[in-house]
């Protein structure tokens, strides 16, 4: 897991989360699609707009961490609850896992 720790984060069906991915399409410029398109938008833009796009949103080590966009979102299915809720009550996979970082992450790749 990279960056990875157990945060609180609203279900991936919140509206939190529409925000989040709205002001994504927003940024790249693809409100025009229509809903059932506009994933296949965000993939067909060019590499340093969707880096801006993706950094327009809710950051975790900002004010507004908590909904912050890329984690782990309860889906009902995968995750059940929020990671946080979960394990107080231990309903999580007893598994080794190695938890990182990357070193230069807002280099653009060559």
């Known amino acids: 897991m990279d960056s990875g720790s157990i945060t609180a984060t609203q279900p991936v069906n919140s509206v939190k989360a529409q925000e989040i991915f709205d002001t994504e399409v927003e940024a790249a410029g693809c409100t025009s699609a229509a809903d059932s398109a506009k994933l296949d938008c965000l993939r067909r ?3 340093d ?23 782990r979102r309860p889906d009902g299915r995968t995750f059940t609850a929020s990671p946080g ?8 996979a007893e598994v080794s896992m190695i938890i990182g970082t990357q070193e230069n992450w807002l280099s653009k790749p060559s």
């Open 45 to 47: 833009v060019d590499y």
């Open 85 to 92: 809720l979960l394990a107080p009550t231990e309903k999580y």
């Open 49 to 71: 707009t969707f880096a801006n796009a993706a950094n327009n949103v809710p950051a975790y080590l900002g004010h507004t961490s908590l909904a912050f966009s890329y984690a």
